[in-house]
């Protein structure tokens, strides 16, 4: 699979890119739509987008830097290079998150509020994005033998990035119906912290390029943080409603 989508005055426009902008303006567009039913401000989610948008990059693409030290202390000028590769989510979401809380309280918006409304958006947004792996022939699993393997350089293997779309999608449509059945401000956001780790714990196990803290899975450990601290925000959050 070419990931060269097509070229622009010489300049390669690759499919990764091309789904990774599907996926927030499909982001985009969901929130618009709830926001409104929210009566927030008419273009508030494109003023947070603005902002939040970039914000995630910066943090996905550092957040990758991080914990791949070992081989940009060697390559310096490496780092702004990104047509390269080199983006972790986890680190998109942090950065995206923290963008979002200092957006809500320079608009005197409520956070939770607002991160309700973003929660799906997020995870289909993700859900899409993942397909940009497929392209790249990236974020695969250790070799099997199942019927839906697909073949990396001769080798069937786990897709992976399949298996975390299908996931996300799914949670995608829990988050939704969930929305009318919420008990408290906060909710479904958290709910999203929770099912995402979820999921990206399990699938993490069967990938054989993931970013490593030591002898651990990077996002197996952030995972399970991730549950942790929005099981605390979760009680918190119930008991103060």
């Given at each position: 699979?070419d990931?060269?989508?097509f070229?622009?005055?010489?300049i390669a426009v690759?499919w990764y890119?091309?789904?990774?902008s ?14 409104k ?8 989610i494109?003023?947070?987008a603005?902002?939040a948008?970039p914000?995630?990059v ?6 990758y830097v ?35 809380y200092?957006?809500c ?6 956070f ?10 997020i995870?289909?947004?993700?859900a899409?994005?993942?397909w940009?792996?497929f ?19 001769g ?9 975390e779309s299908?996931w ?10 969930y ?5 408290f401000r906060g ?12 999921g ?7 990938r054989?390029?993931?970013l ?6 990077t996002?197996?450990?952030?995972s399970?943080?991730?549950i942790?601290?929005?099981?605390i925000?979760?009680?918190l959050?119930?008991?103060n409603?």
């Amino acid at each position: 699979m070419d990931p060269i989508a097509f070229r622009v005055f010489g300049i390669a426009v690759a499919w990764y890119g091309i789904i990774i902008s599907i996926g927030i303006f499909m982001g985009i567009f969901v929130a618009t739509i709830r926001a409104k039913k929210e009566n927030l401000y008419e273009d508030v989610i494109l003023d947070l987008a603005l902002i939040a948008v970039p914000a995630a990059v910066v943090g996905a693409r550092l957040y990758y830097v991080i914990f791949k030290w070992d081989y940009y202390g060697q390559n310096l000028s490496h780092i702004l290079r990104m047509r390269l590769g080199g983006l972790a989510i986890h680190g998109g979401v942090i950065a995206g998150v923290l963008a979002g809380y200092l957006f809500c309280k320079y608009k005197k918006i409520s956070f939770w509020k607002l991160a309700d409304i973003c929660a799906p958006s997020i995870i289909l947004g993700q859900a899409i994005g993942r397909w940009g792996n497929f392209f790249n022939q990236e974020a695969y699993g250790r070799p099997t033998d199942l019927p839906w393997a697909i073949e990396i350089e001769g080798t069937m293997v786990h897709p992976t990035f399949l298996y975390e779309s299908i996931w996300n999608f799914g949670v995608f449509a829990f988050l939704l119906y969930y929305t009318k059945k919420k008990k408290f401000r906060g909710q479904i956001f958290l709910y999203y912290l929770i099912l995402y780790s979820i999921g990206r714990f399990f699938i993490e196990g069967l990938r054989i390029d993931s970013l490593m803290i030591g002898p651990l899975r990077t996002a197996q450990v952030i995972s399970i943080i991730t549950i942790v601290g929005a099981l605390i925000f979760m009680k918190l959050l119930k008991n103060n409603k």
